[in-house]
């Protein structure tokens, strides 16, 4: 028979009609068995409501294995049953038309197929008996198409129905199953990320990247998604669970909605509709978190957090949390009174005394979540009350005691001050933790020169200080070291003093400040590298840069100083000392020589009188001037720019150099290019916009040598003091050595010495190359920390070094990268208090900060040879060995611990970047 006509046949059945004969009575589905017992029924209905404690005891899937949350939230949906001996085969294909049947349930529908009572003829689609009504179910609702699956079949002997699905035929299945055809086709234009994508079938790829944008499959540890491999059950019960968000229409045993309270195992939830209802939770009763698939104990469950419930007859096998945010209004303040009688509560809030009605359901907690009784807590406590949102007029159903009325004295570092709130966050020194208190009225603030003050604009965030506190309120706060701060000031350069300490200015409304000059203060003249404050002249337009009031860096922004490359001498008056030239653009210009002209000669320092003979007309010369006086002129020997143009054909190069001019140069025939990491390198390959340094021939109408220059940020692997090596990588993770020949080549901004041992591994350095020789290294001052605050209006970050313990008030601007899990943010809010951040300034001095990946673990063990920390897998298969890096912070509160004091069992948190740990901290 025509397998066409077949199929055509069964297109024209009613539902009534598409039918099978499958014996209710079998004992179990082939693949997909039914664990029943003997006094019970062994139809499919019956079997898929087992209890709570049947569906998670497979005795061959332990309470750690890797899909354990998904096989188990589909066995108490009955979407999967177990074999023989309550064994699950996680790791046993699946077939096709075992995967149709597990779609079928998760779509709701298997009691529709059931109700089919009559054989069909599938033509070529070969199933078991017990299939055939699901697979002509899925034919005529479009689940799988007739064609489609039979072009497949080709010379395979087996039957469609036995054989095993694979990836991407499971992806297209699922996608169907959930309605997200539409997204498919919409995803088929978009090209694959995997690794192997050109093995995807030609209409497979719309299907995997709708199923990988939904989050409902994953590609191989090797970014592979390997298309043809077949599916286990286990990958099965994850693709399925996974999708099940996505159902519009759900089993009548799913109930989704947010927790109202749990009292006496009784869980009560309300949906989006108000309607509230109570689920019984037993000792088979599982419950999951949805961000990291753990399991996690009831009382994590808080109320007005969403919950997706599975139960029977009023009884929860399966809880899963979906969205821990609370839907509760929040009021803090310290207790005033407690009128029980009247169930109402007074607090003070900034000086304000509010009444708040409590529910007669009002529950009592420490912060930790211990139980308390309302009648002990103490007048003065810091109290959090809590309101249910989802309720109308509700009342206070939560107590949080957050701190018994407390008197201290301490030591810390100011985190932030909250002036709308009138109080005040301190990193406590002893502690490591942050503390918030109100301010007293009466608070006193004492200046490190002795100076007592009530002036709370005078703390900075970042200030080391003692404070103490009574009954709950700052009454008094010692500063012992003023955080730094930057500020700057701009004005009109009016005396410097004869011995460079003291600078005053004109600033803008006519107001003279005198400021000192730190110790390796930095001048800067546009166009004169080195420039120092004797190249400061009186009436100089000047930006200063003050760290704590002490001039750290100047900024002339009045005038410049023009570097013209290039330039062709006319004529030269020795009496007048007056030289003009004519640049490339055509335009003639004269400058004045003057005694404290510096006159260069193919690298040699020359007298000026010297000049009239050497410096001919016709020479191209370089020139330094500033307004009309020439501060330095050198015959020219070569140029750097970046390429515009370039003609490989005809040998020319066209640069823009530093002046912003466009020249085109000749470039003598067949030379190489020196350009590190690429030997033998020609002139094809530079591109446009490469920098290069070309170097001329003795008449100066030809480039001779071409070197590439680069500039680069880089990661520190492993330093060789010996052959004086350093092994880095690039943020593509390409690897280079490097030989930094001499300490001269070496910048470190926070030593006056510079010594090749100051480059540490695991730091980054900014290396400029010309060609393969390593012209500087900049070792970037890198700070790895704890962010304590974060101010989006200023653009800083407070952040506490691991290494030191000191906090730091970082200005990070408006320019700046976030990488987070290799994902590029834009917003500085996206950076949250508590996360683990590296800040360095990438090539082109931009701020760049990295937040490292935080995840609580359990040690496996410590391997002290190579220095590595393994960890035992986790549901996420997340890596399980990891390097320390060269500093990183190992501790259990604030005491610092040893790398072998992490054994097996132990609970960890740890913080990860670049694949190595920062920071681990002990529970």
């Known amino acids: 028979m025509n397998n066409k006509h077949n199929y055509l046949s069964i297109k024209k059945m009613t539902a009534g009609l598409m039918a099978l004969s499958v014996i209710l009575s079998s004992p179990a589905y082939a693949a997909d068995p039914v664990i029943t017992p003997p006094s019970t029924s062994t139809s499919t209905t019956s079997s898929s409501s087992n209890s709570a404690s049947t569906i998670t005891q497979f005795s061959d899937v332990s309470p750690q294995h ?14 999967i049953q177990g074999y023989e001996k309550a064994e699950f085969r996680a790791d046993n294909s699946v077939s096709q038309q075992d995967a149709i049947i597990m779609a079928l349930r998760l779509m709701g529908l298997e009691n529709e197929v059931l109700k089919i009572k009559t054989d069909t003829v599938l033509g070529g689609i070969v199933v078991d008996s017990y299939a055939k009504p699901y697979i002509a179910y899925a034919l005529d609702k479009g689940l799988i198409n007739f064609k489609e699956e039979t072009e497949s079949l080709g010379t395979n002997k087996t039957a469609w129905g036995s054989r095993p699905a694979t990836r991407e035929w499971v992806a297209k299945i699922v996608i169907r199953s959930i309605g997200k055809e539409t997204l498919a086709q919409q995803q088929a234009a978009n090209a694959s990320t995997f690794k192997d994508a050109k093995d995807f079938s030609s209409w497979a790829v719309g299907y995997v990247n709708a199923a990988v ?37 759900r089993s009548d045993k799913v109930v989704i909605g947010y927790v109202m309270g749990m009292k006496d195992n009784k869980l009560t939830i309300q949906n989006d509709k108000g309607q509230s209802s109570e689920y019984t939770l037993n000792v088979g009763t599982v419950i999951y978190n949805a961000k990291d698939d753990s399991r996690i104990p009831s009382t994590t469950l808080k109320e007005t957090n969403q919950v997706y419930i599975i139960q029977s007859l009023g009884v929860a096998s399966y809880v899963e949390l979906t969205n821990d945010e609370e839907k509760m209004e929040s009021f803090e303040g310290t207790l005033d009174t407690l009128f029980l009688n009247q169930m109402t509560v007074a607090i003070n809030q900034a000086g304000t005394k509010v009444l708040k009605e409590l529910a007669p359901t009002v529950t009592v907690t420490d912060k930790e979540g211990r139980g308390l009784s309302i009648g002990t807590i103490q007048v003065g406590s810091l109290i959090e009350l809590k309101r249910n949102m989802l309720l ?3 009342k206070i159903s939560q107590i949080i005691v957050k701190q018994v009325p407390l008197s201290k004295s301490a030591e810390g570092t100011v985190v932030s001050i909250q002036k709308e709130q009138n109080s005040i966050t301190f990193l406590e020194q002893t502690s490591g933790q942050n503390e918030t208190y109100p301010i007293s009225s009466k608070t006193s603030i004492t200046l490190p020169d002795g100076t007592t003050v009530s002036d709370f604009s005078k703390l900075r965030i970042g200030d080391i200080v003692g404070f103490e506190v009574k009954t709950n309120e700052v009454t008094a706060v010692t500063i012992r070291k003023q955080a730094d701060i930057t500020t700057a000031v701009t004005g009109t350069l009016t005396s410097l003093s004869s011995d460079k300490k003291i600078l005053t200015v004109n600033k803008p409304g006519s107001s003279l400040g005198a400021y000192f000059i730190a110790d390796n203060a930095l001048v800067t003249i546009d166009g004169l590298p080195n420039a120092g404050f004797f190249d400061l002249e009186v009436g100089d337009e000047l930006k200063l840069d003050l760290l704590n009031e002490k001039i750290v860096k100047v900024t002339v922004t009045s005038r410049s100083i023009n570097l013209i490359t290039l330039a062709t001498i006319v004529n030269y008056d020795a009496d007048l000392k007056a030289l003009t030239v004519v640049n490339d653009s055509g335009t003639y210009n004269a400058y004045k020589l003057t005694d404290n002209t510096a006159l260069k000669l193919w690298g040699s320092e020359l007298p000026l009188s010297n000049f009239a003979s050497q410096f001919t007309k016709g020479k191209k010369v370089d020139l330094k001037v500033s307004k009309d006086k020439v501060l330095t002129i050198e015959l020219t020997i070569q140029v750097e720019g970046t390429i515009t143009q370039l003609n490989t054909t005809a040998s020319e190069v066209t640069l823009r150099t530093s002046g912003g001019q466009n020249t085109t140069f000749k470039v003598q025939s067949g030379i190489g290019v020196d350009m590190y990491g690429k030997t033998n390198a020609l002139l094809t390959d530079l591109k446009v916009g490469d920098t290069i340094q070309g170097r001329f021939n003795g008449n100066q109408d030809v480039i001779s040598q071409i070197l590439y220059k680069k500039t680069a940020v880089y990661k520190v692997i492993t330093t060789n003091a010996d052959s004086r090596q350093i092994s880095v990588k690039d943020e593509s993770g390409v690897l280079n050595v490097f ?68 906090t730091q008030v970082v200005p990070v601007g408006l320019q700046f990268v976030i ?15 508590n996360d683990r951040v590296e800040i360095i300034k990438d090539a082109g001095d931009k701020v760049q900060i990295t937040v490292a990946i935080a995840s609580k673990r359990t040690v496996a063990s410590y391997d002290n040879v190579l220095n590595q920390l393994l960890l035992k897998p986790n549901a996420a298969g997340d890596k399980s060995t990891y390097n320390f890096f060269a500093k990183a912070y190992l501790h259990k509160g604030t005491a610092s611990v040893a790398a072998n004091a992490f054994v097996e069992n132990e609970e960890v948190t740890l913080y990860v970047l670049d694949d190595k740990i920062i920071e681990i901290e002990k529970q």
């Open 739 to 806: 030989t930094v020949d001499n300490n001269d080549k070496i910048t470190n901004p926070t030593k006056s010495t510079h010594n090749f041992t100051d480059i540490q591994q695991d730091e980054f350095v900014k290396v400029s190359l010309t060609g393969n020789v390593l012209e500087k290294a900049v070792i970037l001052n890198t700070l790895r920390g704890k962010v304590t605050a974060l101010d989006t209006a200023t653009g800083t970050l407070t952040v506490q070094e691991l290494a030191t313990g000191t």
């Open 392 to 394: 109308p007029n509700a």
């Open 66 to 79: 890797w899909a354990i949350k998904h096989i188990t939230k589909l066995a108490a949906l009955g979407i």
């Open 819 to 833: 990488k987070q899990n290799g994902v590029a943010l834009a917003a500085l809010n996206a950076i949250k208090p």
């Open 213 to 249: 944008s939904l989050k409902i499959v994953n590609g191989m540890d090797d970014n592979k998604f390997q298309p043809a491999g077949s599916v286990t059950r286990a990958q099965m019960a994850t693709f399925l669970s996974r999708a099940d968000k996505e159902l519009t229409q």
